[in-house]
Each structure stands twice: as C-alpha cells, then as structure tokens.
C-alpha cells in the first residue's frame, strides 16, 4: 500500500483553511466478488439502483480522463518546491486506476443481469472523450477535472453519511464506500494543480460549467438508459409514488421527533443529484473556496472501519471481496 500525505498549506491557492482539513492519500488494492449481486441492489429499489448504476457506467472513461487532464501539466509542477503536489498526483493517479478497473469489472454484473449497457458506454465515450476532449482546449479539461473532482467528493461524503449505502448489497456497498472514501482523499488535487497552472477565476468557472453540463446529462442519460430496459412503465409509477409519500412521512416524522433510522431507510429529502450539483456549484462558485476547506477525516475513518468490517464478514462467509492487508 502506498500511502502519501497532503497535509499542507495550499500554496497554490494560499487558503490556510486547506491545511488542517486533509486526508492522507493512500493506494489500497481491493477485488471484489460481484457474483450474486441482484438488480435492485439499493434500497429494493429499481429508481435508486439504476441512479446509482448510471454513476457508475461513468466513472471508467471519466477517471482516465481525469488523470490524463492532471498528468499533462507535470512539467509545469517543480520538482522542489511542488514535490508533494507531485507525489499526491502520483498517488491520485493510482487510485483513480484502480476505481476504474473495479468499476469495469462490476459492469459484468450489469451484461450478466441482462442490461445492454455497452450501447451506452460506445456513445458516451465517443461523444465525451472522442470528440469533445479533442477540441477543448487542455487548459479546460483541467478545469473540467477539477470540478469533476469536486462532484464526486460531495457525492462520496453524501455516499458516506446519508445512511443509504446501509441499505445497499454488501459488495456493492464495499465498493463504493471504498471509492467514497479515495475520492475524498485526493478532492484537492486536480483543484491544486489547476491553481499552478492557471489560477483564473473565469477558467475555474468555465470547467464548473462544462464539468456540470456534461456530467449531470451523461448521468440522467445513463440512469433511463438502465431504467428503460427495465420496462414494466406501472412499476416504475407506482415506486415513484411509494418513495413520494415515504418521504412526506419521514419528513413529518422527523419534524414529530419520531423518525426511527433503526425500523426502516430513511430516505434524503432531495435527490443525490439535486444534492450533488446544488450544493456543489454553490461552493464552487465562491472565490476562496478550496475542496479540502472542511474536514473529513472523520467521516473518512468511520467509513473505512465499516469497509473493514464488510471485508471481514466476506472473509467469514467464504466470499472473499480483497484480500485483508490490501486495506
Ligand atoms: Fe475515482
Ligand atoms: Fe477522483
């Protein structure tokens, strides 16, 4: 396991707030046994399975792109004086391969229960990255990135802390918290070398809003994409429905005092991507906002003793999801 640690001042950006807020980035290995997964993996649920899925479809060609929009700027990083900014995007880089590589391989999960997801996945990435990638300019794509970055930190610390990855399979649930939690460990370093390269306010903005566009349309696409496939149009009406009024109840509940999280899921108030993308532009769009400014170290190690925990209870069930020192 390698392991680097950012815990620094952001020079590029000279927000102090940076410093005390870091995680260490560390390289874990995990293989995951995805056999038995069931369709509706999240909550029972069709809707949140497939919302969860369409994420998913998007994170291995995202990744590297991610990775080749930070790693084209390596030379303009000093050895020296940036030694460490170079050493977290080594270790950025290594984390993102592997979400990658164990994200493809649950995708066999998706052929295996039927879904073509592979229509999908050809146009998104010709679209995304054989044509869009190959005219914008380099400077955009970091920014993109970096925006990208900021997204899937907060949709990992949602991942984290709304409660409904309790309520997911458990090798799904391992794979994503384990995700959620490298997310959060490297959510400054596409932001920080953007500011090396070019600390404009504009360019920060102009990759929120290509970040945003092309990353909340991809999503939505690929979610129906699944839902569609799964037919029966009542069904779906009927759960919408259901989760509707679930939630008008837990929200009256909650407002009563008597919401219990222990005898039923507690859904969130508003959708992951209504979270994602309205809290995320809000403070993106701040000028002295920095990814790492508040602390999630907390929520990181909580996180990472349930993945121990889930790893363990695999080991015991004969089902094996990574081998132990690998976390
Ligand atoms: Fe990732
Ligand atoms: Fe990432």
Known sequence: MAATSNERPSAATGNERASAATNDIRVRSPKFDFTGVPRRWLLGSRIASSVANGANLLFPAGERFFV????????????VADAQLLS???????????HAAAHERAFEVLRAQGYDI???????????????????????????????????????EAGL???????????MRELLLWHAVE??????????????VDPSYALRIAGLAMASSMLGSFWVMGALYLLAQDGDPAGLLREMRIGREKKKRQAEAARAGTLDATKEAILPQKSIMT?????G?????????HPAERDLRPVVERAMRTVRA??????????????????
């Open 68 to 79: 080749r929009s930070v790693r084209r700027y390596l030379d303009r990083l000093d050895p």
């Open 275 to 279: 979270r994602v993308f309205g809290r």
């Open 161 to 171: 802390t709304d409660g409904v990855m309790d309520h997911a399979h458990p090798v």
């Open 118 to 156: 592979d229509t999908f996945l050809r146009a998104y990435e010709a679209v995304a990255f054989g044509a869009i990638e190959k005219v914008v300019p380099h400077k955009l794509s970091l920014a993109a990135t970096a925006a990208c970055e900021h997204f899937t930190a907060i949709l990992a």
């Open 310 to 327: 889930l790893d363990a209870a695999a080991h015991q069930s004969g089902r094996p999801s990574h081998p132990a020192n690998a976390i």
């Open 88 to 98: 977290d995007v080594r270790a950025f880089s290594q984390q993102e391969g592997r």
């Open 281 to 289: 532009i809000r403070d993106y769009v701040r000028r002295d906002f």
């Open 183 to 196: 997310e959060i460990e490297h959510r400054s370093v596409a932001f920080d070398v953007l500011a090396k």
